[in-house]
Nanobody, 115 residues
């Protein structure tokens, strides 16, 4: 399974970015997709997730600003990030969870928000 993320970059505070991730390879029984992030010196944290039935979950810090969506037929997941803040600066990782409980991670894409 390979996960390829794109869309990171440098943006000013208040701006927007859209992250995309495409999963390929031997993927069976995806039950959830999502994004996590890791800021310098901090632990990786969940940002948002979406189940195969469309149920979404967001970290409190991003609620109302970020939106996760997926196109299951294409095994893609997207994170629309609006009203970005400097504290959103991190490396963002996409992931998928399959029926057997396996988690697969992408390599990450860097997001930098300047003040």
């Amino acid at each position: 399974v390979q996960l390829q993320a794109s869309g990171g970059g440098l943006v000013q505070a208040g701006g927007s970015l859209r992250l995309s991730c495409a999963a390929s390879g031997s993927i069976f029984g995806i039950v959830a997709l999502g994004w996590s992030r890791q800021a310098p010196g901090k632990q990786r944290e969940l940002v948002a997730s979406i189940t195969n039935s469309g149920v979404t979950n967001y970290a409190d810090s991003v609620k109302g600003r970020f939106t996760i969506s997926s196109v299951r037929t294409k095994n893609t997941v997207t994170l629309q990030m609006n009203s970005l803040k400097p504290e959103d600066t991190a490396v963002y990782y996409c992931w998928v969870t399959t029926e057997n409980g396996s988690n697969h991670w992408g390599k990450g894409t860097e997001v930098t928000v300047s003040s």
